[in-house]
């Protein structure tokens, strides 16, 4: 009997995760690999855009072919590809594009190609009970953070948003200043086990303003400060580890529970890199979820960048899919916006 291909394979290629998923239409996701470019990154603190492409071209393809065999599936099984579109680093997003267009090419599928934050929004779809419409989402990324009323799939409203840094870039900075290592959240994250949240009162920034945007530039130059303060040991970085994850945590809780009482909305969606960390989802679920309102984290492993997400948004646009095969990216591209 003819077999109908009905796979999505994934490809996420933004920043510096090289990943690919397979999502079966009927069955869900099937699988899905990642390869870290950590130790390419390490060594200078932060994401090389040049190696991060490069190490995507080299991973990308042996990833694809490694999948599709652990699951004795072949090019053939696969119905569409979703890749990436943007926002990312521009020469990883197209080292992900091209790949996804030739194959889609070569095979004469449909190619979809999908927003970074959406495919965040998404993963936490690839667990049930899955979230009901409407809901508000918390947008927290290495690039993004959000507030965004979204009323049903696809139609994204921002309420509220950073004026300068994202909170995983604030966590990142910080992480830095105390001598940890790229990326900061979980580094950050694990000294302040160790520490004292109550030595340091930091500030709450923009937590009494009536509006949904935040700001963490202004609490990394008090975190600077308060270091440059005091003599440096093991205790004060982890007070201090332990005191900003506590500021930032706070905010973050407190406007999403302002916009959820605002919009007169009932349930939360918490995505992107910084949702992994602890803190945060005991604060939300002690203090939001204890309110009364329904809350849904992506599983741990689909919280930071991952080709589940990107595979399954595919399958929700699949409707939209192109066959014209063009090598097509936006390093900057807005939720909700126009390509
Ligand atoms: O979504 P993501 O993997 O990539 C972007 O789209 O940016 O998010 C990465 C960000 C980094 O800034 C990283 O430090 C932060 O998420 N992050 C965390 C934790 N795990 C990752 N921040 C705080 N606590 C964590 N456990
Ligand atoms: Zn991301």
């Known amino acids: 009997m003819l077999k109908h291909p009905q796979i999505i394979l994934g490809i996420e290629s933004s920043c510096d995760d090289s990943a690919v998923a397979l999502y079966d239409m009927q069955r869900g996701l099937l699988g899905q ?17 040049e190696l991060a492409s490069r190490d995507h071209l080299k991973k990308i393809l042996p990833l694809i072919e490694n999948i599709l065999a652990e699951h004795q599936l072949t090019v053939k099984d696969l119905a569409a590809i979703a890749y990436t579109r943007g926002p990312g680093l521009i020469g990883s997003l197209m080292v992900g594009a091209s ?22 929004l ?19 990324s290495g690039g993004h953070t959000q507030l965004v009323q979204v009323k049903k799939f696809g ?16 966590f990142d900075k910080v992480a830095k200043l105390l001598g940890l290592s790229y990326p900061g959240g979980p ?10 949240p109550l ?6 920034p923009m937590l009494n303003q009536n509006n949904f945007n935040f700001s963490f530039s202004g609490l990394k130059t008090h975190v600077l400060l308060c270091y440059e303060k005091h003599e440096v040991d093991e205790q004060l970085k982890a007070d201090i580890a332990a005191a900003f994850q506590e500021a930032v945590v706070d905010v973050l809780t407190e ?14 969606v918490v995505a992107g890199g910084v949702s992994a960390n602890q803190q945060l989802r005991l604060a939300l679920q002690t203090r939001i979820a204890n309110a009364g309102y329904q809350i849904y984290f992506p599983k741990l492993e689909f919280a930071t960048d991952n080709a589940a997400m990107v595979a399954i948004t595919g399958f929700y646009r699949l409707a939209e899919a192109a066959q014209n095969y063009q090598i097509d990216v936006s390093a900057r591209w807005p939720l909700g916006g126009s390509k």
């Open 99 to 120: 790949i996804a267009e030739s194959l889609g090419f070569a095979l004469d599928i449909p190619v979809i190609g999908v927003h970074h934050l959406e495919a965040h």
């Open 199 to 204: 030595r340091f009162n930091f500030p709450r």
């Open 155 to 170: 139609n994204y409203e921002i309420i509220g948003q950073t004026l300068d840094d994202a909170a995983g870039e604030a």
């Open 33 to 49: 690999c990642i390869y870290s470019q950590l130790q390419t990154h390490q060594p200078y603190g932060g994401v090389v855009p």
């Open 255 to 268: 406007k999403s529970l302002k916009a959820l009482k605002a919009l007169k909305l009932k349930s939360l």
């Open 122 to 140: 998404m993963a936490t779809f690839l667990e049930y009970p899955q979230p009901t419409y409407p809901f508000l989402a918390l947008l927290v």
């Open 187 to 196: 580094q950050i994250a694990k000294l302040a086990q160790q520490g004292n």
